[in-house]
T-cell receptor
């Protein structure tokens, strides 16, 4: 069974630009969550999508947005990039909400110059 | 607001020794996870603990959960170099579906 895939793996952008990251969950999984990992703040929850609906959102500015498609693939978008947005962005998939293990993808390393 | 504290944050061990990582959380939760992260890599799921008294073991690692004390432990038995990594506990936030709140992580270095 293929794992969670994320593209691209690495990205370099400049301040003010926007970026779109993609996540394909494990086949059959309908829940996709996104996390930001930085050395200073650790792992922080961005948002969760389930069956194309955003169920929950973390404490991030509106520049961070996402969506989920009918095949459960998800994208997140960050507009007007700031230096502080440099981070490893991880997505996690699970088969349903609640108790199931969340499997993480390899992440996208975003560097903002 | 759910908060998760891990300690110690850094652990240097000799091979063959035993040690325990602690994970405390501030509000009621119905699930707790342990993950491992190698440098530059993603998170690998180790254990999912769903009920009070749950104990799970895999190789030299054993995790337990005490929901009354809001405490989970990850016990390492007879450490080997390959266990060197960062270990995270993550607690499910019951108010927010699949949201996980992570501890700061414990950097484990096993010296031969």
């Amino acid at each position: 069974k293929a794992g969670v895939t994320q593209t691209p793996r690495y990205l370099i952008k400049t301040r003010g630009q926007q970026v779109t990251l993609s996540c394909s969950p494990i086949s059959g999984h309908r829940s996709v969550s996104w996390y930001q990992q930085t050395p200073g703040q650790g792992l922080q929850f961005l948002f969760e999508y389930f069956s194309e609906t955003q169920r929950n959102k973390g404490n991030f500015p509106g520049r961070f947005s996402g969506r989920q498609f009918s095949n459960s693939r998800s994208e997140m978008n960050v507009s007007t990039l700031e230096l502080g947005d440099s981070a490893l962005y991880l997505c996690a998939s699970s088969s349903r909400t609640g108790e199931d293990t969340q499997y993480f993808g390899p992440g996208t390393r975003l560097t903002v110059l | 607001e759910l908060k998760v504290e891990q300690n110690p944050l850094f652990l240097s061990m000799q091979e063959g020794k035993n040690y325990t990582i602690y994970c405390n959380y501030s509000t009621t939760s119905d699930r707790l996870y342990w993950y491992r992260q190698d440098p530059g890599k993603s998170l690998e799921s180790l254990f999912v603990l769903l009920s009070n008294g749950a104990v799970k073991q895999e190789g030299r690692l054993m995790a337990s959960l005490d929901t009354k004390a809001r405490l989970s432990t990850l016990h390492i038995t007879a450490a080997v170099h390959d266990l060197s990594a960062t270990y995270f506990c993550a607690v499910g936030d019951m108010e927010y579906g699949n949201k996980l709140v992570f501890g700061a992580g414990t950097i484990l270095r096993v010296k031969s």
